[in-house]
């Protein structure tokens, strides 16, 4: 209510959740360094490091989605879906150029018609995504991949470069994971429209009457994130030479979800940053990675997941309340 | 009136919301078998007198005495127990059950005998001269009704008070008389009742006694027969007015009369309809004029200023008209109408108004940025400085913070710095929704001179507000908005407190 006492710059100083994050993941990497033989090797943290970016590059794709205010379950059934398009094109004999273009173009339409559904007929964005995640992999099953996986029949060496490794054996995927995360940072930072998902997860309403064409941009957050995800699908395909559908129906987009909401992408919108989804990403690979050394059966490690997924969900909600009650208090 | 026992006492009760007293010492007392009407305009703090009765909000300091002793809800359950019921202007039945489950509701058995609560459901409402079918969907249910049946709940309660918001705002003439019945009904059993009004000549005919708040202070209990309306609107508007004239408020001289410069006309709206809220309004706004339109919360008000600039839709047949420089405009969106300069300055600046994430420069800047005159696709940290730096100045803003969230700022500061969002846009027409709610005093002249300063750079401003100085003190002229309708227009020179309040209740 006052004016007054101007407070010192030091209350005001506090590690950034994703700093957090990170000096969480350095102490936990100590500790397996230590405790776990076959920890720090150079294949396992190349295995680890191949697979955190692809995590990354689907966590950058839903961290627009989630500062925008939304959330998208259908990330990897349209990364699946047209991914798995494209391969069946490239085996059809089309080149590669437009066979992954045709897949990308795909991928954002699917997007957009997420953006659409929760923005012009106004669904809010979990059922619209859940119901048209289902709805892509049943086309496609029905259209398109009869089978649950199709494999790359003959690629190119552009495409096996992708998912392969450079200079002394950093993975590509890791480099397209930087060069992504730099894009977006740039992305979200320095252009308008960066600046606009921010106010659009952060008030919509206020957005909406401060004259921010809001519908268009929730499609734009929705095309993003689908796009950025088929990034990930196509640096799979390349990885594996194959595109399995039933990563759809896995617990992955819960694996994206707790690397967004863990690095401080709040699910109330309009917070966060790259930074955090890198921060949420090494956490994350690191924890899967030494689950897998461990050799923990799977539901172990679902039980594990699902507890830092429902842990990190209660600590954002307790960082940043957003209620009636909060909303209306004119402090 | 023979002394009895009061059955509930406030004493010295006050409530504060972050540092505002919503009510402030107040000392209230409700007799056995009486009916007690509070009165006082919006934001005087009726509702929340009745809220802390009822059990849904706490006193931060006073005294609740119910029967003799001192009580403390936590919930309205608890006061449910203790015999205080509250039947709330908006229902709070259950929609999708009958009428005899929300009879029953709270006090369901484990296993629910529905020919049972059927029968006594029956029987309640017969015994209260209901005639409301315990078997029918209360979604299927008119106002009146689903107000008989939150009643007849109150009473299988044993109620001993009851509270009712605003009973009369939706009913018709034939349902106030039986809802008037039946408070005498309810009186002749001990019960006690206590009711909100606006309609004064209800209150003065039905009530035992009145309690008129203003400010958050109780002003005023009386038998009601010591009463008249004039009395009543005196007590309700009755502030020091010369402590709140034009020249102290504004720091200048009034702008009104001198110069009757040649205004032309904006805004014109047209028998604008939207639903039951909005009802053939029509007004105008001119050129380099502060129109001030007041009335009472659910007046229209708001709803009709979210229609001009495009947030919400009016009827799509028969809506009325709006016209912009003699155009005729009909927004999908806000973006359109930003475009061709109406902004909206909301009432509730946190839920709608400003980005909480942000500091308040980038709050400013985005709304420049927002404007579809300003389309740009590189975010850049010069212009936003450049403008923010000119707004921060015209409307003096505090300087030292400006690196901290929005959250943060007094709410002066984050009023101002809403306003300034919106100016960034260039706007031609500016309404302004409750422009110094929650703000403090200091910053109320400021922000008052900025809006006159608008006028005089040759916007039409529209000034929507409850606090009747507020609206005495910047208009050049008044409407008074009742019912959906604006159905009084005078000049500021001739409007006064009473003669506004006059017009705005019926």
Redesign the interface.
């Known amino acids: 209510?006052?004016?007054a006492a101007?407070p010192g710059a030091w209350r005001?100083y506090r590690p950034s959740q994703a700093m957090i994050v990170v000096i969480l993941t350095a102490i936990i990497f100590v500790t397996l360094s230590a405790a776990l033989p076959g920890f720090l090797s150079v294949g396992n943290l190349f295995t680890l490091a191949r697979g955190i970016s692809i995590l990354g590059i689907l966590g950058l794709g839903m961290a627009v989605v989630v500062i925008g205010r939304g959330i998208d379950l259908s990330q990897i059934a349209i990364l699946a879906v047209s991914a798995a398009i494209a391969v069946s094109l490239i085996n059809a004999g089309l080149p590669e150029g437009p066979s992954l273009l045709i897949g990308l173009l795909i991928a954002v339409l699917a997007g957009i018609l997420n953006g659409f559904l929760v923005s012009v007929i106004e669904i809010p964005p979990l059922f619209t995504t859940l119901a048209s995640s289902l709805l892509l992999l049943g086309l496609t099953r029905a259209l398109v991949v009869p089978h649950y996986q199709v494999f790359l029949e003959h690629s190119s060496d552009t495409l096996q470069a992708l998912g392969g490794t450079v200079a002394g054996g950093l993975p590509v995927p890791v480099i397209v994971f930087a060069v992504c995360a730099l894009l977006l940072h740039l992305f979200l930072?320095?252009?308008?429209?960066?600046?606009?998902i921010?106010?659009h997860g952060?008030?919509a309403?206020?957005?909406?009457?401060?004259?921010?064409?809001t519908?268009p941009l929730t499609m734009l957050e929705y095309g993003l994130s689908a796009a950025i995800g088929y990034v990930a699908g196509v640096v799979m395909v390349a990885s594996t030479s194959l595109m399995h559908l039933q990563i759809a129906e896995s617990t992955m987009i819960f694996d994206v979800i707790l690397v967004v909401v863990l690095g401080g992408v709040s699910l109330v919108g309009?917070?966060g940053n790259v930074m955090s989804v890198i921060a949420g990403t090494l956490l994350i690979g690191v924890l899967l990675n030494a689950m897998t050394i461990m050799n923990l059966n799977i539901q172990v490690q679902n039980v594990i997941k699902g507890g830092v997924l429902l842990f990190a969900i209660v600590f954002d909600s307790y960082l940043h309340p957003r209620d009636d009650e909060t909303?209306?208090?004119?402090? | 009136m023979s002394e009895v026992e009061p059955i509930l006492k406030i004493v010295a009760g006050t409530k504060t919301?972050?540092?505002?007293h919503a009510i402030e010492g107040v000392d209230f007392d409700l007799r056995p078998g009486e009916i007690h009407a509070l009165l006082g305009e919006n934001g005087a703090g009726k509702s929340t007198l009745c809220k802390i009765i009822a059990g849904a909000v706490q006193l931060s300091s006073g005294e609740y005495v119910l029967a003799g002793e001192p009580v403390s809800f936590a919930a309205p359950g608890e006061a449910l127990k203790a015999g205080v019921a509250m039947v709330y202007q908006e229902t709070s039945l259950v929609p999708s059950m009958t009428v005899a489950q929300n009879l029953e509701l709270g006090m369901e058995k484990l296993v629910t005998d529905f020919r049972k609560i059927n029968i006594a459901a029956q029987q309640s409402q017969q015994s209260l001269n209901f005639n409301v079918d315990p078997l029918a969907l209360v979604e299927t249910l008119g106002t009146a009704k689903r107000q008989m049946v939150e009643i007849a709940r109150a009473v299988r309660h044993d109620a001993r008070v009851i509270i009712f918001d605003e009973p009369t705002a939706s009913l018709t003439p034939e349902e106030i008389q039986h809802l008037f019945h039946l408070f005498n009904r309810l009186r002749a059993q001990g019960v006690a009742i206590v009711f909100i009004s606006h309609a004064l000549e209800e209150a003065l005919e039905m009530a035992d006694r009145i309690t008129v708040l203003r400010d958050g202070k109780l002003v005023h209990t009386g038998p009601a027969k010591e009463l008249e309306r004039e009395s009543v609107i005196r007590l309700m508007v009755g502030r020091e007015v010369t402590a709140m004239n034009k020249v102290e408020l504004t720091g200048e001289s009034p702008a009104a009369p001198e110069t009757p410069h040649v205004h032309s006309r904006v805004l014109t709206v047209e028998n604008v309809t939207m639903g039951s809220v909005v009802k053939n309004m029509s007004f105008s706004a001119y050129a380099g004029e502060v129109v001030g339109m007041a009335g009472l919360v659910g007046a229209g008000r708001t709803e009709v200023a979210q229609i001009i600039?495009g947030?919400r839709k009016r009827n799509f047949l028969r809506g009325g008209l709006i016209l912009l420089n003699g155009k005729p405009i009909r927004y999908r969106?806000?973006?359109q109408?930003?475009?061709d300069g109406i902004v909206?300055i909301?009432e509730?600046r946190?839920?709608?108004?400003?980005?909480?994430?942000?500091t308040a420069d980038?709050n400013i800047y985005?709304?420049h940025?927002?404007?579809?005159k300003n389309r740009?696709?590189?975010?850049s940290r010069k212009e936003r400085k450049q403008v923010s730096d000119r707004w921060v100045e015209a409307l003096g803003i505090?300087a030292?913070?400006r690196s901290?969230k929005i959250i943060e700022y007094?709410?002066g500061?984050q009023q101002k710095v809403v306003v300034a969002?919106?100016l960034a846009?260039d706007p031609k027409v500016v309404i302004f929704d409750e422009p110094t709610?929650?703000v403090?005093v200091g910053a109320i002249p400021q922000i008052h001179r900025s809006i006159r300063e608008l006028a005089d750079r040759g916007m039409a401003v529209i000034v929507i507000s409850s606090y009747l100085p507020e609206i005495l003190s910047i208009s050049d002229r008044v409407l008074v908005a009742r019912g959906g309708r604006i159905v009084e227009e005078m000049a500021s020179s001739e409007a006064t407190e009473e003669k506004i309040m006059y017009a705005a209740i019926h």
Not at chain 1, 189 to 196: A, E
Not at chain 2, 17 to 20: E, I
Not at chain 2, 350 to 358: A, R, S, W
Not at chain 2, 369 to 372: D, E, R, V, W
Request: net charge positive; aromatic share 10%; hydrophobic share 35%.
């Open positions: 209510m006052r004016d101007m005001h930072s320095k252009t308008v429209l960066g600046h606009f921010y106010a952060d008030n309403e206020a957005a909406r009457l401060a004259g921010i064409a519908r309009g917070r909303a209306k208090q004119g402090d | 919301y972050g540092g505002v600039c947030a969106v806000p973006r109408a930003v475009r909206y909301t509730d946190k839920l709608d108004g400003f980005f909480e994430t942000m980038d985005l709304g940025l927002a404007s579809p740009r696709w590189l975010y505090s030292l913070k901290l007094s709410g500061n969002k919106s846009q709610r929650g403090d």
